[in-house]
């Protein structure tokens, strides 16, 4: 039964921060490299962040880099993406992602197990 599950997702006021968490179940958590994907209303899949499996290397699309920070605790099974300075245009469902890679550049089809998302709303 392999499971990922998205929480933390919410209201949040542009500028504001929020802190998506996201639990790992029924693989080897640990072995495999993790990321983040957004899709707004009516719009594609877009990346948004990668971590190795060690959580020795992260990567990040430009238009967050610098506002977002993805970690990973493989103790907990657990993923996390800390998001500040939000605007309305990281308005999105997030899901998480894993599949096992020694290299960053992974496309969203290659992703083995998938999330079912948690709703992140940035508005006034």
């Known amino acids: 039964q392999v499971q990922l599950v998205e929480s933390g997702g919410g209201l949040v006021q542009p500028g504001g921060s929020l802190r998506l968490s996201c639990a790992a179940s029924?693989?080897?958590?640990?072995?495999?490299?993790m990321g983040w994907f957004r899709q707004a209303p009516g719009k594609g899949l877009e990346w948004v962040s990668g971590i190795s499996s060690g959580g020795v290397w992260t990567t990040y699309r430009d238009s967050v880099e610098g506002r977002f920070t993805i970690s990973r605790d493989n103790a907990k099974n657990m993923l996390y993406l800390q998001m500040s300075s939000l605007e309305p245009e990281d308005t999105a469902v997030y899901t998480c992602?894993?599949?096992?890679?020694?290299?960053?550049?992974?496309?969203?089809?290659?992703?083995?197990?998938w999330g079912q998302g948690t709703q992140v709303t940035v508005s006034s």
């Open positions: 029924g693989f080897a958590f640990s072995s495999y490299l």
């Open positions: 992602a894993a599949v096992i890679s020694p290299n960053p550049k992974v496309a969203a089809l290659d992703y083995e197990y």
